[in-house]
């Protein structure tokens, strides 16, 4: 849930955007922002925006990977492992 002190309206926001951006570095918490009183933006830094976009590329890949192994596609545990000793010994 956010802060209260995360909750800015948009003039805040046109007024008070470099603080906005040095506490974003400081403490990470985003800042939601309010426009007639209704929420309309959600303002975090790079680094969150970052991760959170890794974080939804490895669900998408889990998500897939699930999906081929529901459709009976991929190969099982003794198999793979199979497939990797046999690289190994093949970069020997």
Do not use: C, W
């Amino acid at each position: 849930m956010p802060s209260v002190a995360n909750i800015k309206s948009i003039s805040y926001l046109k007024s008070h955007a470099a603080q906005i951006s040095e506490e974003l570095e400081m403490n990470g918490a985003p800042f939601f922002i309010t426009q007639n009183g209704e929420a309309s933006m959600v303002i975090e830094s790079v680094k969150q925006f970052q991760e959170k976009e890794a974080l939804i590329a490895a669900l998408r890949v889990m998500a897939l990977g699930e999906k081929d192994r529901t459709q009976g596609k991929g190969i099982s545990v003794a198999d793979s492992r199979a497939q990797l000793a046999a690289a190994r010994q093949r970069r020997k």
